[in-house]
């Protein structure tokens, strides 16, 4: 079955990097598009990169732009958002995604908390 595990969230400071991971397996990983999405506390969940399934296309949320990477190894289907320049408004808990045969797949999500 699909399995999308997500790590690398934790507590950072106003201006600091994280690096998230999801592990995904289950399915044919390098022929779906991928996607992060994060949800703040009160918050509609919301779309923040997505990347292709070659990695040739990348799009992001205006807020994240200049400041967020998402990147994908096909080999070790694995997605990644490099996160830099971090802000408080960046907390939430952030989840890994992949729509396949019309249903949509979440991972159990991983919280970054920016704050000093």
């Known amino acids: 079955q699909v399995q999308l595990v997500e790590s690398g969230g934790g507590l950072v400071q106003p201006g600091g990097s994280l690096r998230l991971s999801c592990a995904a397996s289950?399915?044919?990983?390098?022929?779906?598009?991928m996607r992060w999405y994060r949800q703040a506390p009160g918050k509609e969940r919301e779309l923040v990169a997505t990347i292709s399934s070659a990695g040739g296309s990348t799009n992001y949320v205006d807020s994240v732009k200049g400041r967020f990477t998402i990147s994908r190894d096909n080999a070790k289907n694995t997605v990644y958002l490099q996160m830099n320049s971090l802000k408080p408004e960046d907390t939430a808990v952030y989840y890994c995604?992949?729509?396949?045969?019309?249903?949509?797949?979440w991972g159990q999500g991983t919280q970054v908390t920016v704050s000093s």
């Open positions: 995604n992949v729509h396949r045969l019309s249903i949509a797949y």
């Open positions: 289950g399915f044919r990983f390098a022929i779906y598009t």
